[in-house]
């Protein structure tokens, strides 16, 4: 029995990075072998083991057999006859095929490290074709380490849109979908993952509302980058940048839907198209299982978001009535989530990805001056009922526009 530190730990490690778990592979032995040494299997699908005293991941050395289409459609034999090479094999990318046994030593039969090198994501094997979950690692990698200067090798991208066409991103589940994204959003460089899935041809089937955007102009005085697509990329970039919520970050993704469906004789214009952004980032939510917390304030910056950016011209009930729709008293993280997206819009637009936004401060004094009227002065005035709530929206206004007279 032999067991090798495998994966993103020994790529973390050469790359300079702090390694937060550490998953290791087990070759030469047998399932009873390893329970007899105190390990507790936990895996299903395949044999993966928790030490006794580390508690970290042990899998047995397998190979995989496809014989359906999907990531599930596959054949798994694990036994003491498999080697480390046979396990390695088996990967996503050479960069994630190096192992390195208990001396130290590594071991790399795909070249892992002279990729890490040269800052290439390259496929191990032609295996890769087999697993369609493969191609959204690969775009969610690409984001992650876009910042050291990776880059997706041709041939991978060609393989990625080989597996389009034979129709295995049709194979994705909805759960392995968001997972991936949820991840890839995450990153320092989101928009990355999504020019990846595109350059391999994969958006159009796995996300298809945002695909349509490319090609879309928008009015080039307000959109120097013109292009609709370029422009949620760039807002997504922005919104990293800004350290922005998983959230805010899900909402600048889909909050210009709509101009997708714009007829092309209206372009450059996209009259009304916040409410079909609403309309197709809830079917798409629908789809893929998005969380509801992120749904919920994808939806008013998708409604409010050029409303937001006009904040100095709003009436005091026109900021009310937006505050009320984030439920901004109850829950002041929305507000701060949905300022954060507005203003990723505003500054994902070329040349202007530093230009201030004092539309958040505006938003933020109203609140402010409003969440100082409660009920409790009505009822003191024997005022009952749902005219309480109408006092208070009433009042509302008032100092909300007394606090931006004086400010």
């Not at 032995?29 to 390893?34: G, H, M, N, W």
């Amino acid at each position: 029995m032999q067991t090798f530190l495998v994966g993103g730990a020994v790529r973390d490690r050469l790359l300079g990075l702090t390694v937060r778990e550490r998953d290791w592979v087990v070759v030469g032995a047998t399932e009873a072998e390893l329970e007899q040494l105190g390990y507790r299997r936990v895996g299903r699908s395949f044999p993966v083991f928790l030490h006794p005293e580390t508690r970290e991941e042990y899998a047995m050395a397998r190979t995989e057999t496809k014989h359906g289409p999907g990531y599930r459609g596959f054949d798994i034999e694990a036994n003491p006859q498999v080697t480390l090479e046979d396990d390695l094999a088996r990967r996503d990318l050479t960069i994630n095929a190096i192992a390195e046994d208990a001396d130290g030593k590594l071991i790399d039969p795909y070249h892992g490290r002279q990729d890490l090198d040269a800052r290439v994501l390259r496929h191990v094997t032609d295996a890769f074709r087999e697993d369609p979950v493969r191609i959204l690692r690969v775009a969610r990698f690409a984001a992650r380490f876009a910042e050291q200067g990776f880059t997706v090798a041709d041939e991978t991208l060609a393989l990625i849109r080989d597996m389009v066409a034979a129709g295995e991103a049709d194979a994705l589940v909805p759960e392995r979908i968001w997972r991936e994204t949820e991840r890839a959003l995450e990153t320092t460089r989101p928009d990355i993952f999504f020019r990846v899935l595109r350059a391999g041809g994969a958006l159009a089937v796995i996300y298809p509302e945002i695909d349509a955007l490319f090609g879309v102009p928008q009015p080039e005085r307000w959109h120097p980058e013109i292009d609709t697509g370029v422009h949620v990329l760039m807002a997504l970039e922005q919104a990293a940048r800004l350290g922005a919520s998983l959230r805010a970050r899900f909402a600048v993704m889909v909050h210009d839907l709509g101009k997708g469906t714009t007829p092309a004789a209206e372009w450059p214009h996209h009259r009304a198209h916040e409410e079909r952004s609403v309309m197709l980032l809830e079917v798409l939510c629908k789809r893929i299982g998005v969380p509801g917390r992120c749904r919920e304030l994808a939806i008013p910056v998708a409604r409010y978001h050029g409303v937001c950016h006009r904040a100095a011209e709003l009436r005091p009930k026109t900021l009310l009535k937006i505050l009320d729709a984030l439920d901004a008293f109850r829950r002041p993280e929305r507000l701060d989530d949905f300022l954060i997206a507005c203003e990723a819009d505003a500054r994902g637009r070329k040349g202007l990805e530093a230009t201030p936004y004092p539309q958040a401060d505006i938003f933020r004094a109203a609140r402010a001056a409003a969440i100082e009227v409660t009920a409790e002065r009505f009822v003191r005035d024997g005022i009952e009922g749902p005219a309480i709530g109408e006092s208070i929206r009433r009042e509302r206004i008032t100092v909300i526009g007394k606090a931006l007279r004086s400010g």
